[in-house]
């Protein structure tokens, strides 16, 4: 929803609406020279970028790109671009895309607020659990 609504609170959002006299809006996680806007934030930050290239070589089909979920994500439209998903049944291009989301926002904010390092590997690990708590919970609707 934040996301689509343009109202995900990364540092150039908070700065511009808050006037906040922020020391910068430079993506923390990365420390590069990039603003942290939605979809660095979410996306295209390189430690994101990893999470997101796994997801789709674990996931989804490898003519998925990181755009593709983009677009998405931003028109809501999940079903022209994200045809194909590697497990069928339970699990749709959808559950794995908006699980990796949350599960990397969670991790992003983790590093915000309580100064937990961003590693890549690990939010994989959460991605994978709350999938197979997903398939679990939801197998027998699909059995």
């Not at 923390?28 to 660095?40: G, M």
């Not at 028109?75 to 949350?102: A, E, W």
């Not at 309580?114 to 027998?140: C, G, M, W, Y």
Request: contains cysteine; glycine residues 2%; hydrophobic residues 45%.
């Amino acid at each position: 929803y934040w996301f689509v609504h343009c109202k995900v609170p990364c540092l150039s959002l908070m700065g511009h609406v808050f006037r906040l006299s922020l020391s910068t809006t430079w993506c923390t996680i990365c420390k590069q020279n990039t603003v942290e806007t939605a979809i660095h934030l979410l996306f295209t930050c390189p430690l994101k970028r990893r999470v997101w290239n796994k997801v789709i070589f674990e996931f989804l089909w490898i003519t998925v790109n990181i755009s593709d979920i983009i677009q998405s994500c931003t028109h809501l439209d999940f079903n022209s671009r994200l045809l194909y998903c590697k497990f069928s049944g339970v699990l749709s291009p959808t559950i794995i895309i908006l699980t990796s989301i949350v599960v990397i926002w969670k991790a992003h904010y983790q590093f915000v607020f309580n100064s937990i390092p961003f590693d890549p590997h690990a939010v994989l690990r959460h991605i994978r659990q709350h999938l197979a708590t997903f398939i679990t919970e939801h197998k027998q609707t699909f059995d």
